[in-house]
């Protein structure tokens, strides 16, 4: 998504090197899916502990704050 890329350090997201690798391994490995990065991992179990209806507005606050920024 353009404008997302770059919204804070390269440990939240990892760059598209460590996210190619990590998809890599995780297919030779047999995984369904896989998280490069600590803010899809963090996204993944705060979308799974907290309820819909606290998640999903969080999720779309914190998406417009990202696109503001580019």
């Known amino acids: 998504m353009p404008g997302l890329w770059g919204g804070g350090p ?15 391994e995780g ?7 896989v998280l490069p990065g ?12 907290a309820p819909r209806s606290v998640s999903l507005p969080a999720f779309r606050l914190l998406g417009s704050r990202l696109v503001e920024r580019a």
């Open 10 to 24: 390269d440990a939240l997201w990892g760059t598209p090197e460590q996210q190619d690798r990590v998809a890599v």
């Open 27 to 33: 297919m030779v490995h047999g995984r369904r899916s």
């Open 38 to 49: 600590l803010l899809p991992k963090v996204a993944m179990v705060a979308g799974r502990a």
